[in-house]
């Protein structure tokens, strides 16, 4: 599977350069990635000049999801259990600013629990009401 289309790459490109220029730019997510043999998940909303280096939010399962720089390179590299590797959601879109994920996957533990908490929010909702988390959820 092809991680980024000409398209997605675009939205990436464009959302860098207007962080560059504007402080303070929080835009949307624009691509998910996941691990379809574990809970590895990236949501990347921008991607450097490099074509290589995207800035998102990082959680690989382990309950401390984290903003920062991963490389698209290595994650299409990852070779996973069964032949598997790393795979785009076809279907992830998300108008939720990065910030509001990174907030809302930290208190809940993950991306996967912060995607299904987000998802309960109307859009004009304030992310400081949204519900504790399930025990064992997420």
Do not use: Q
Request: some cysteine.
């Amino acid at each position: 599977m092809t991680l980024l289309t000409p398209d997605l790459r675009a939205r990436l490109r464009a959302h860098a350069e207007a962080s560059a220029r504007t402080p303070g730019h929080d835009p949307a997510p624009v691509v998910k990635f996941f691990d379809p043999a574990g809970a590895a998940t990236w949501l990347a909303s921008e991607l450097s000049a490099d074509g290589d280096t995207l800035f998102g939010l990082a959680d690989l399962g382990f309950g401390c999801p984290e903003l920062g720089s991963f490389s698209l390179d290595e994650i299409a590299r990852l070779r996973l259990p069964f032949g598997l590797s790393v795979e785009r959601d076809l279907y992830f879109a998300s108008a939720v600013p990065l910030s509001v994920w990174a907030d809302t996957a930290r208190r809940a533990g993950s991306i996967l629990w912060a995607e299904t908490l987000l998802a309960r929010l109307s859009p004009a909702a304030n992310p400081d009401e949204l519900p504790p988390p399930e025990p064992g959820g997420g």
